[in-house]
Every structure is written in C-alpha cells, then in structure tokens.
C-alpha cells in the first residue's frame, strides 16, 4: 500500500514587508477601547498590505497600562471562566484576583487576546503584543 506525504507550508508571516511598530497609550482610556485598537493593529487592519490569512510584521506595544480608567463597578463585576476539562472543573477568577496575582499587563493582554480571531495565526499575533505598565 502506497502512502503519499502530504507536504505543509510552515510560513504564515508575510516577506517582504518592513516592521510596522505601533505605540497604544492607555492612560486615562478604558480596558476595551484600547484592546480593540491593539487587536485591529496586530491583525493589520491598519495597513496597505493587509492580508487575512499571513501574519504581517506588526509590534504593538500598550503603555502607562497602570493608569487606565477603570470603573469599580467593572472591577466588581468582571470574572474570567475557565473550564479545567473534568465534571466540576468550571474554574472562574475575579479580575481583582488577576490584577493582584499575575498584574495589570495580564488583564490588557487577556482582553486583546479575546478580540483575535480564534484560529492558526492567533498565537503568532499574540507574540507581537507587549504590554508595559
């Protein structure tokens, strides 16, 4: 029995193309409206040569993540649910217990994380955030 080898393209970023750096100032701005702007720079929907099925050479960078203007009823209220994969295992965490354990830069990260498309660019995109406090 004869088997044939498929072969698969391992490149998702698209050549040719010059590093675009983008700079998000989140100082007295709301969680969402800055997350959205860094999630449509990471697709690249902010350049000429957008293409939805490559990765485009995009930094974002989010600063003064610190002092965003956060409301105490949207502290109070947020939760992040995860479920563990056993009966039972629906795991939710507070966004003031996210803040405290693992920081501020976590919460904008999980938000703008949340906007990406779910599929096979999603994790090379993520890797061009970084998040400054």
């Known amino acids: 029995m004869k088997t044939?080898?498929?072969k698969v393209s391992a490149q998702r970023t698209l050549q040719g193309v010059e590093t675009i750096s983008y700079t998000v100032d989140a100082s007295g701005r709301s969680l969402g409206r800055?997350?959205?702007e860094a999630?449509?720079?990471l697709l690249g929907k902010k350049s000429a040569q957008y293409v939805k099925n490559f990765?485009?050479?995009?930094e974002v960078t989010i600063t003064n993540v610190s002092k965003l203007a956060m409301t105490e009823r949207r502290i109070a209220g947020k939760d992040y649910t995860h479920y563990t994969g056993y009966?039972?295992?629906l795991r939710t965490t507070s966004l003031t217990m996210l803040r405290d354990?693992?920081?501020i830069e976590?919460?904008?990260r999980r938000a703008v994380d949340g906007m990406i498309p779910r599929n096979k660019l999603r994790k090379d995109r993520?890797?061009?955030l970084t998040v400054v406090a």
């Open 34 to 36: 800055v997350a959205s």
């Open 101 to 103: 354990k693992k920081g």
């Open 106 to 108: 976590e919460v904008m």
């Open 39 to 41: 999630a449509s720079a």
């Open 55 to 58: 990765v485009l050479p995009v």
């Open 126 to 128: 993520m890797k061009r």
């Open 4 to 6: 044939i080898a498929q």
């Open 87 to 89: 009966p039972g295992g």
